[in-house]
């Protein structure tokens, strides 16, 4: 049987992890700079513009799919959320009292 996109998505924990997040603000300020820096240096040896920006592009896609999918790694500290114990109802709202 084949899996609908829906499905796919809807087998993942997309759970909340701040040190996860943390990992990947890090990754990614990591990787775009030194990538960058590479690629000013081969296309300042190479003389060739379009060879930066080819680099640059490359060092984005290569932080793209290192930082946008939910990889395990990212979720090793999930937060645990309560249970609710009722059933919330809000209070009654006062009437204002006319003269």
Not at 8 to 20: H, I, L
Request: hydrophobic share 45%; charged share 20%.
């Amino acid at each position: 049987s084949t899996m609908s996109f829906k499905d796919v998505f809807a087998s993942k924990n997309w759970g909340f992890d701040f040190q996860g997040q943390k990992l990947c603000w890090k990754l990614y300020h990591i990787i775009i700079p030194v990538l960058c820096l590479l690629a000013f240096a081969i296309g300042f040896f190479f003389q060739s513009y379009a060879l930066t920006m080819y680099i640059c592009f490359a060092g984005s896609a290569v932080a793209l799919a290192i930082c946008v999918p939910p990889w395990p790694f990212f979720n090793k500290h999930p937060l645990r959320f309560r249970d609710p114990e009722q059933e919330f109802e809000p209070p009654p709202r006062p009437t204002k009292k006319r003269r």
